[in-house]
């Protein structure tokens, strides 16, 4: 008998890599791919249901708002409209569309709790692939193709208090490990999760000591 839901992972993913593969490379198919990967080593100590958590890290990022004109529903949209064309059940549809609309990071100061525990393994995946050195590397990537700076030390990181606040900031690469990623730590959902976190987040301040020494002239 066919594996009907291994065959539509395969589908689905074979189209994201199709409409990925050019994207901004932090947030392009192998971003999608690692975020997969997280994901199911996540899920194996959680009680979920796997084929929810995997559509979910396929097309999280399947439509981000940064590349789509700020339109928040375009992720969720697309999601829908690849899933609807591989007749996954109408529940699983709300369950992932959910997912890709709620999983992203909205500021220091707001809340982004996920309404399913699908959900929450799916934020930490996804989380888990903005720390350590591929953190770190997706930051200066997508700070250079917005034409930013690494560093301003005249501009100073803030807790951004509500969403729209979040997305009009155009500071400089480091702000960003003070304005999130520094941040993810504390709000991971899971056992697992935690624990990646505390070594990828070990280094990146690790990181950040030395990018300061080296700015300063001291090392
Ligand atoms: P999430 O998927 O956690 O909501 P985003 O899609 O907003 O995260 O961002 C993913 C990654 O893209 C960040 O972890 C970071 O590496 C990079 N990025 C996003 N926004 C910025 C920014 N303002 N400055 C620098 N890098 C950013
Ligand atoms: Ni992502």
């Given at each position: 008998m066919i594996d009907v839901k291994s065959e539509i992972i395969k589908k689905v993913s074979e189209e994201v890599k199709a409409r990925l593969s050019n994207q901004e490379s932090g947030h392009d198919w192998w971003h999608v791919l690692r975020v997969w990967n997280n994901a199911?080593?996540?899920?194996?100590?959680?009680?979920?249901?796997?084929?929810?958590?995997?559509?979910?890290?396929?097309?999280?990022?399947?439509?981000?708002w940064k590349f789509h004109d700020g339109d928040d529903s375009a992720g969720p949209k697309a999601a829908r409209g690849i899933l609807e064309a591989n007749m996954v059940s109408p529940d699983v549809i709300e369950q992932v569309c959910q997912i890709v609309s709620m999983v992203g990071y909205k500021g220091a100061g707001v809340t982004t709790d996920m309404a399913t525990k699908e959900g929450e393994v799916v934020q930490d995946a996804d989380r888990l692939d903005a720390l350590g050195a591929i953190g770190i590397a997706r930051t200066f990537l997508y700070s250079g193709h917005k034409n930013r700076l690494m560093y301003d030390p005249a501009q100073p990181p803030v807790m951004h208090e509500s969403y729209e606040a979040y997305k009009k900031n155009t500071s400089p690469a480091i702000n960003h490990f003070y304005e999130k990623l520094l941040l993810l730590k504390d709000r991971m959902n899971t056992k697992t999760g935690k624990k990646l976190a505390e070594g990828r987040h070990a280094f990146m301040e690790e990181y950040l000591a030395q990018f300061m020494k080296e700015w300063e002239g001291k090392e």
């Open positions: 199911k080593l996540i899920a194996k100590n959680e009680e979920v249901d796997l084929f929810t958590v995997e559509l979910g890290a396929l097309l999280h990022d399947i439509a981000d």
